[in-house]
């Protein structure tokens, strides 16, 4: 059974630094694409960060040189989140899917992905 654990929110406030971690139950972990998603209230899912496979991450415009994804080998992935804007503010998630699934283009898209974690807050102020 995939199970995806989200940890590391919190209030911070503006410039400051969080890291989230995800701890992902996954068979073969390493045939996975990972990607931190995050939700507004009111808003639409957007896609944050993914890692297609190691050394292919991407990332959505507003958060390129302020925040980093990357995975170890044994199943957790991270996101390292620094200089956060009040905008940041969102409840934010992690997400598996095969890598079959999806091309590294389209691994920002929440509809292109199987597993969900329950999702942990970030509230910047």
């Known amino acids: 059974q995939v199970q995806l654990v989200e940890s590391g929110g919190g209030s911070v406030q503006a410039g400051g630094s969080l890291r989230l971690s995800c701890a992902a139950s996954?068979?073969?972990?390493?045939?996975?694409?990972m990607g931190w998603f995050r939700q507004a209230p009111g808003k639409e899912r957007e896609g944050v960060a993914a890692?297609?496979?190691?050394?292919?991450a991407i990332y959505e415009d507003s958060v390129k040189g302020r925040f980093a994804i990357s995975k170890d080998n044994v199943g957790t992935v991270y996101l390292e989140m620094h200089s956060l804007r009040p905008e940041d503010t969102a409840m934010y998630y992690c997400?598996?899917?095969?890598?079959?699934?999806?091309?590294?283009?389209?691994?920002?898209?929440?509809?292109?992905?199987?597993?969900w974690g329950q999702g942990t807050q970030v509230t910047v102020s």
């Open positions: 996954l068979y073969s972990y390493w045939r996975y694409c």
């Open positions: 997400a598996a899917t095969p890598r079959w699934r999806v091309t590294r283009a389209q691994s920002l898209t929440a509809t292109n992905y199987d597993f």
């Open positions: 890692m297609y496979r190691k050394g292919a």
